[in-house]
């Protein structure tokens, strides 16, 4: 494989976003290492990947940020004790602490009460759907048999 081929095969991106494997590793490193045009290529997809990832990057909230920043400052001055040595940390590990974080939900809430109401809503539509056709079938029926009786009755009648 020439070195044209191996840099478009994707390889090179694969290293750099860290899935190649170990095999792969150690090739790509080895053939950088050996061929010039390998490692301009290597860096400049680098170069390229990082300035899209930095582009495309998507800031935190204020808010967290300074509570990461309380929090490590925090943590900071515990591990330091008065004296300016390392204190021990305590024995008994505290349970896992959670961060309250708002998330927008995309999907709009129903309470259950408007279940119940669209059920019954729907329910009473296929009976009030039934009862129409019943009687739509009924009069028309009935619109027959009144037309059969007139034709009936015009015959009969002496001219």
């Known amino acids: 494989m020439n ?3 191996y840099i478009t095969s994707g390889i090179l991106e694969t290293y750099l976003l860290g ?3 170990e095999e792969e590793k150690q090739e790509v490193e080895r053939l950088a290492a050996a061929n010039a045009e390998i490692s301009a290529a290597l860096s400049s997809l680098e ?7 930095l582009q495309t990057a998507v800031p935190p909230p ?6 990461i920043a309380r929090e490590a400052q925090g943590s900071a001055i ?31 809430r129903v309470h259950k009460l408007w279940r119940v109401a669209f059920l019954v809503v729907f329910i009473l539509s296929k009976v009030f759907l039934a009862l129409a056709l019943y009687y739509y079938f009924k009069s028309a029926a009935l619109e027959q048999e009144v037309i059969r009786l007139k034709t009936e009755i015009t015959q ?4």
């Open 47 to 53: 170069s390229e990947i990082e300035r899209y990832f």
């Open 62 to 67: 204020t808010d967290i940020r300074e509570t």
């Open 19 to 21: 899935l190649a494997s």
């Open 156 to 159: 009969m009648a002496p001219r």
């Open 3 to 5: 070195t044209y081929q």
């Open 78 to 108: 515990q591990k330091r004790g008065t004296n300016g040595q390392q204190r021990r940390p305590p024995e008994e590990p505290k349970g896992p602490e959670y961060h309250k974080v708002e998330v927008s939900d995309t999907h709009i």
